[in-house]
Nanobody, 126 residues
Framework: QVHLAESGGGTVQPGGSLRLSCQVS????????VGWFRQGPGKEREGVAT????????YYGDSVKGRFSISQDNTENTVELQMNSLKPEDSAMYYC???????????????????WGQGTQVTVSS
């Protein structure tokens, strides 16, 4: 079983940056992707970015392309999300999750992911 825990959220002014971290523990070979998702108040959960377990495949949601960057540190078993040029509409609870091996579907579709972390809040406000 895989366990994930997010950290690094906070409050930042528009145009600022934050770096989120997802600590992955447990059966760390049992997934295809680790993804970052977000959910704002009254909104559906949205795929932000995802990276394959070997780091060769990366996908971004259209709203964050060119501003966010996902990476992984295999020695620390973490998946990082660097968020630059933040906008108020980026404010949300951010979660990480895995797409388990054997699961097929859109790589940024939340329905195909499991083992969700508890989330970390990001607020972009002046």
């Amino acid at each position: 079983q895989v366990h994930l825990a997010e950290s690094g959220g906070g409050t930042v002014q528009p145009g600022g940056s934050l770096r989120l971290s997802c600590q992955v523990s447990g059966a760390t070979s049992n997934y295809n992707y680790v993804g970052w998702f977000r959910q704002g108040p009254g909104k559906e959960r949205e795929g932000v970015a995802t990276i394959s377990s070997d780091g060769t495949l990366i996908y971004y949601g259209d709203s964050v392309k060119g501003r966010f960057s996902i990476s992984q540190d295999n020695t620390e078993n973490t998946v990082e999300l660097q968020m630059n040029s933040l906008k108020p509409e980026d404010s949300a609870m951010y979660y990480c999750a895995i797409q388990a091996k054997g699961i097929r579907g859109p790589v940024l579709g939340p329905a195909g992911y499991s083992s969700w972390g508890q989330g970390t809040q990001v607020t972009v406000s002046s």
